[in-house]
């Protein structure tokens, strides 16, 4: 696991990570309950979230489930938003940011379309 990101605290890396670990959880939780593979299409986003972090999928995880992991993949992204970064950071500030996006845009998508 990545222990650093350029321009972040401990603090700010374990909010952001927390965040992402509880969406993964989550999303990974409508995988095992929808035999009709549709979530595999945010695996994309969330695996380039998780490589941009330095964290491993799939993790287990032992805590509440969120309602919304999107909401989650935002939240994180506007606190990675806040990240004061040198400008050798910023190209992966941005990127981490727009993964965020991406993936919680890609949940919302399959969501959305599981409810039709």
Same mark, same amino acid.
């Given at each position: 696991?990545?222990?650093?990101?350029? /321009?972040?605290? !401990?603090?700010? +890396?374990? *909010?952001?990570? *927390?965040?992402?670990?509880?969406? *993964?959880?989550?999303?990974?939780?409508?995988? +095992?309950?929808?035999?009709?593979?549709?979530?595999?299409?945010?695996?994309?986003? &969330?695996?380039?979230?998780?490589?941009?972090?330095?964290?491993?999928? %799939?993790?287990? %995880?032992?805590?509440?489930?969120? !309602? !919304?992991?999107?909401?989650?993949? !935002? *939240?994180?992204? /506007?606190?990675?938003?806040?990240?004061?970064?040198?400008?050798?950071?910023?190209?992966? +500030?941005?990127?981490?940011?727009?993964?965020? +996006?991406?993936?919680?845009?890609?949940? &919302?998508?399959?969501?959305?379309?599981?409810?039709?």
């Amino acid at each position: 696991m990545n222990n650093t990101m350029p /321009g972040s605290n !401990d603090q700010e +890396r374990s *909010e952001v990570v *927390e965040l992402v670990t509880r969406a *993964e959880a989550s999303v990974e939780a409508l995988e +095992r309950g929808a035999p009709n593979g549709f979530w595999a299409m945010t695996a994309f986003g &969330r695996y380039r979230v998780c490589e941009l972090l330095g964290v491993t999928p %799939y993790e287990s %995880y032992v805590g509440e489930l969120a !309602d !919304d992991p999107a909401g989650l993949f !935002d *939240e994180a992204a /506007g606190l990675v938003d806040g990240f004061e970064v040198s400008v050798e950071g910023l190209s992966w +500030r941005l990127a981490l940011a727009d993964a965020l +996006r991406s993936a919680a845009k890609d949940i &919302r998508m399959v969501a959305d379309a599981r409810d039709v």
